[in-house]
C-alpha cells in the first residue's frame, strides 16, 4: 500500500482521460478527483494538460465557453501548476508525453491514467503508472 504522510499528501498527475472521465463517468476517476479535492493527494498538472482537457470538452462534448471557463478555474485552483522544461519523447502520442513531463517536473510519486500504451510503460524513470482502480486499491484500501 502506498501512502502519504499527514501534511505531506503523495504527488500524483491524473492523465487527461481520468479528468475526462470523472466529470462524465464518475466511478473511480470521480472518486480520485473527490479524495484529491479533499486534500489527500497533491495534483500536479501542466498547460499542456489543462489545454488538451479544455479541447476535449469543447470538441467531443459541447461545452461552451463559460463552463470551459468554470472547468479552467476549477483546475488551477485544486491542481499544482507547473511548468515542465524537460523535453521527453518516450510515447508516440505526443500528448502522452506531456503528462510524463509534468510528473517529472512535480516529482511526482504516481500518474493515473486509463490510456493503454502509457500504462504498458508501468513506470517512468521512479514513477508508477497505474490505472484509477489499481490506485485506489494501494492508496485507500
Known amino acids: 500500500m502506498i501512502s502519504a504522510t499527514p501534511g505531506n499528501p503523495l504527488n500524483i498527475v491524473l492523465d487527461t482521460n481520468i479528468i475526462i472521465s470523472s466529470i462524465f463517468f464518475g466511478g473511480n476517476p ?7 479535492l479533499k486534500k489527500k493527494f497533491n ?3 501542466s498547460p499542456p494538460i489543462i489545454n488538451e482537457t479544455l479541447e476535449v470538452l469543447y470538441k467531443k462534448f459541447s461545452f461552451s465557453k463559460e463552463l470551459l471557463n468554470q472547468v479552467d478555474k476549477k483546475i488551477k485552483s485544486n491542481f499544482q ?3 515542465p522544461l524537460e523535453k521527453i519523447h518516450v510515447l508516440k502520442d505526443e500528448p502522452d508525453n506531456r503528462i510524463l513531463e509534468t510528473a517529472v517536473a512535480g516529482n511526482c510519486a504516481i500518474i493515473v491514467s486509463g490510456d ?3 500504462l504498458k510503460l508501468k513506470k517512468y524513470k521512479n514513477i508508477r503508472i497505474l490505472t484509477a ?3 485506489l486499491k494501494e492508496t485507500i484500501d
Open 81 to 83: 501548476v507547473v511548468y
Open 30 to 36: 470521480e472518486k480520485i478527483i473527490r479524495l484529491t
Open 133 to 135: 482502480s489499481e490506485f
Open 43 to 45: 495534483p500536479y498538472i
Open 116 to 118: 493503454k500504451e502509457m
